[in-house]
């Protein structure tokens, strides 16, 4: 399975941006979808993710009120909506599919910098 993640930008504090995350290959054997985030000097740590059998999500204490995980099974994509972003929110985003805690497959990454 190859997943590719897009979206991110640069925008300024309270702005909004829009990831996605494209499975390709063997999807069917992907029972969750996650976001990661990893900022420099820090460990990587989740935001959130989607288990496509029931369509539920889940999301970090530090995004919920702010960020919004959806997903579109027909398109294989995640999808994760942000907003009021913050300076802290400032991080490479990562999405990875599989079983939670065996992800068998991770997307390249994609940068979000959010400015004071």
């Known amino acids: 399975v190859q997943l590719q993640a897009s979206g991110g930008g640069s925008v300024q504090a309270g702005g909004s941006l829009r990831l996605s995350c494209l499975a390709s290959?063997?999807?069917?054997?992907?029972?969750?979808m996650d976001w990661f985030r990893q900022a420099p000097g820090k460990e990587r740590e989740v935001v959130g993710g989607?288990?496509?059998?029931?369509?539920?999500?889940y999301l970090a204490d530090s995004v919920k009120g702010r960020f919004t995980i959806s997903g579109d099974r027909a398109k294989n994509t995640v999808y994760l909506q942000m907003n009021s972003l913050k300076p802290e929110d400032t991080a490479v985003y990562y999405c990875a599919g599989g079983p939670p805690g065996n992800w068998e497959s991770w997307g390249q990454g994609t940068q979000v910098t959010v400015s004071s």
């Open positions: 290959g063997r999807t069917l054997s992907i029972s969750n």
């Open positions: 989607i288990r496509w059998k029931d369509y539920f999500t």
